[in-house]
């Protein structure tokens, strides 16, 4: 966390002060991996925390306004996903690394904030437009940089002119994050990890080049 941080009044927090909200954040983002959003309430997390609900509401008007500041500094994170397609090669060996690495990148990413993109989802799903654009946040940088990849493919002949790049990314993505969050569905299917992975890198592969990958 860098910069100032305020207290709702628009007090700047000292250093404690910082440390208490954080304490509170990291509650937070504990509770909401074993509770449904709606179940957590202030007391809760402020007892889990070791302070008071007065405490909470120094720093936050409510959990809804604290699991947004949980969503956008996991949405700052997602930002770093631009960086597993941007630059990247899709021709010969490469474009098989640069598909297998994204599939990775996806499923790690949505592991590790499982919790909170649930309620993203929800809160898009719902209509609430400060989820929907956190969850846009970080699905558009992915898609903006894929895009770009089948547009210089386009370029060198590689990808038939007739493929609307931005179509193309958006439904690779879309799938990436749909797949990503249903984890634990494809196990209870009988899919392991290790066969998720690379098959799901097929199909991104073939998405992006029109073409089997060279392993």
């Known amino acids: 966390m860098t910069g100032q941080v305020r207290t ?5 927090a000292g250093r404690r002060g910082q440390a208490t909200r954080q304490k509170l954040l990291d509650c937070l983002s504990e509770m909401l991996s ?5 179940d957590v309430k202030v007391i809760d997390v402020a007892r889990k925390a070791g302070t008071s609900p007065a405490t909470f509401y120094q720093y936050f008007p409510d959990v809804e306004g604290a699991v947004l500041e949980l969503a956008e500094e996991m949405a700052q ?5 631009t960086d597993l397609v941007a630059g990247r090669s899709w021709a010969g060996k490469s474009g098989w690394q640069s598909a297998e690495e994204l599939v990775d990148g996806f499923l790690s990413f949505w592991r590790k904030n499982d919790a909170i993109l649930r309620v993203v989802d929800l ?3 719902e209509g609430d437009k400060r989820f929907y654009k956190i969850r846009m946040k970080i699905i558009n940088a992915v898609t903006g940089s894929l895009t770009e ?3 210089e493919l386009q370029a060198k002949g590689k990808v038939d002119k007739d493929v609307s790049p931005a ?3 958006g439904s690779l993505v879309a799938m990436l994050a749909a797949v990503a969050a ?3 569905g494809f196990q209870s299917w009988g899919v392991k990890q290790a066969e998720l992975k690379p098959n799901l890198a097929l199909l991104v592969h073939l998405g992006i080049t029109g073409r ?4």
């Open 8 to 12: 709702v009044d628009g007090r700047v």
């Open 34 to 38: 074993s509770s449904p959003y709606r």
């Open 77 to 81: 994170e997602g930002a770093s996903l």
């Open 123 to 125: 809160g898009a799903a």
């Open 149 to 151: 990849s089948v547009k």
């Open 167 to 169: 179509a193309v990314a």
């Open 182 to 184: 249903h984890q634990k």
């Open 212 to 215: 089997k990958p060279t392993k």
